[in-house]
């Protein structure tokens, strides 16, 4: 079994930054890709950004250049820092991890309001 642990959303102004963090535990060292996913109200949950173990990276267009995903030495974290916030960012972020089983966090809002 793997658990998932979000932290570090919160309210935040248009233009500003915020860096979500996943820690995890527990049977880890099979997951193979790690991610983060939002879901917006009224919205199907999207993907954001993926890593794999072989850092292999993908993000949705919607935030490249802007958003940045990055697993820590440790491997047991993987964090999501996000430049220049729009309104439209805001959503609840959940933390993703998977091999042949997926797990979810349980989501941390992010807010993007003046």
């Known amino acids: 079994q793997v658990q998932l642990v979000e932290s570090g959303g919160g309210l935040v102004q248009p233009g500003g930054s915020l860096r979500l963090s996943c820690a995890a535990s527990?049977?880890?060292?099979?997951?193979?890709?790690w991610g983060w996913y939002r879901q917006a109200p009224g919205k199907q949950r999207e993907l954001v950004a993926t890593i794999t173990n072989e850092g292999r990276i993908n993000y949705a267009d919607s935030v490249k250049g802007r958003f940045t995903i990055s697993r820590g030495n440790a491997k047991s974290m993987v964090y999501l820092q996000m430049n220049s916030l729009k309104p439209e960012d805001t959503a609840i972020y959940y933390c993703?991890?998977?091999?042949?089983?997926?797990?979810w966090g349980q989501g941390t809002q992010v807010t993007v309001s003046s």
């Open positions: 527990g049977t880890i060292f099979s997951l193979y890709i």
């Open positions: 993703y991890a998977a091999f042949t089983v997926g797990y």
